[in-house]
């Protein structure tokens, strides 16, 4: 999972199969941003008097998902006006690879074996990635 800072914090940075770790985080931060649920209605959900909110709440929310997200899936965005849509187009692409993923290296990490030519670090090191994979701590 790869950090990046961004103004004396340490987000997220989404990278294709890590969306619980990214949408914590994204979720976090736009809580602390007091925008998280203006930003998870469409514009014509809110009422006239709360437009302007919306219209900043869905702006900023917009711009700490695309600065979250890794550049090789910024493109995937590219184009959408709202956050809602943004967010639920990578959530429906991405939940499901995710938990792939995580059952593959569970999966890899129940039949791991150490190999004669593997020494002790690198066997530790095989063990390390599927164990962080499925989101165990070592």
């Known amino acids: 999972m790869r950090l990046t800072s961004n103004k004396n914090t340490n987000t997220v940075e989404f990278d294709g199969y890590n969306w ?11 809580q602390a941003k007091t925008c998280y649920s203006m930003a998870l209605k469409l514009k014509t959900e809110v009422a006239a008097g709360e437009a302007a909110a919306w219209e900043l709440a869905n702006e900023k929310a917009l711009g700490i998902l ?25 959530e429906a692409e991405y939940v499901d690879k995710e938990k792939f ?4 290296a ?16 690198t066997f530790r090191r095989k063990y390390e990635r599927f164990a962080t994979a499925i989101g165990r701590s070592v």
């Open 20 to 30: 619980s770790a990214f949408s914590d985080d994204v979720i976090g931060q736009l």
């Open 66 to 90: 695309r600065r979250c997200l890794g550049s090789d899936y910024r493109g995937e965005i590219k184009g959408m006006n709202t956050f809602k849509e943004a967010w639920e187009k990578l």
């Open 106 to 121: 569970h999966c890899d990490l129940m039949s791991l074996e150490k190999e004669e030519s593997d020494d002790l670090l």
């Open 101 to 104: 993923s995580k059952l593959s």
